[in-house]
Each structure stands twice: as C-alpha cells, then as structure tokens.
C-alpha cells in the first residue's frame, strides 16, 4: 500500500486549500478512504471518510468547511478545504479504511 499526499501549504486565515492522495498497491475502487490530521503536540485525529460508493462523513470541527471526493479511475482521494483555520495547521494524511496505513503526508498552516 502507498499513500502520497499533497497540496499543502501555507494559507491566511478565511482561505482553500485542495489536498490530493494518491493510491496504489491495492484495489482503490472499492476501499473506503479517510484523512486525517496531527497538529503539533496533539495526536492524530480523523478529518472524515469517503466509502467506496462515495458516502462521506466528517469530523464536527470541520463539517461544513471540507469536502471529501474520489475518482476512481486516477486513484485518488481529495480533501477540498475552505473557510480554513488557524486550528486547521497539521500535517494532513491519507488512509486506506481498516489499515494502519498513512504514507507521507502534507503540511498545512494557516497564518495571516
């Protein structure tokens, strides 16, 4: 299993960002996808999900403000994210549902 994230960076507060996650060494079309995020000090903690027929849900703290989607064909998963944060600074992963594996993720920080 690989997992690639990117599109991180530095954002004012108010601002989008788009994160992509690129898959591979397994079946993407039919696994569910999560991200998640670990800000400094903090542990990591669950962004939202995407099944595999395309449900999502998300965490409170950013439901309304980012948007899971996937596409099937180039193996990825995105992570649109608006409205963004000071508390949204983490460093943002991908994973595949039900396994231990994030990959590298992308750094995220929100400052003006």
């Known amino acids: 299993v690989q997992l690639q994230a990117s599109g991180g960076g530095l954002v004012q507060p108010g601002g989008s960002l788009r994160l992509s996650c690129a898959a591979s060494g397994f079946i993407f079309s039919i696994s569910a996808m999560g991200w998640y995020r670990q800000a400094p000090g903090k542990q990591r903690e669950l962004v939202g999900r995407?099944?595999?027929?395309?449900?999502?849900n998300y965490a409170d703290s950013v439901k309304g403000r980012f948007t899971i989607s996937r596409d099937n064909a180039k193996k990825s998963v995105y992570l649109q994210m608006n409205s963004l944060q000071p508390e949204d600074t983490a460093v943002y992963y991908c994973n595949r549902v039900g396994t231990s594996s994030y990959g590298q993720g992308t750094q995220v920080t929100v400052s003006s």
């Open positions: 995407i099944s595999a027929g395309g449900t999502t």
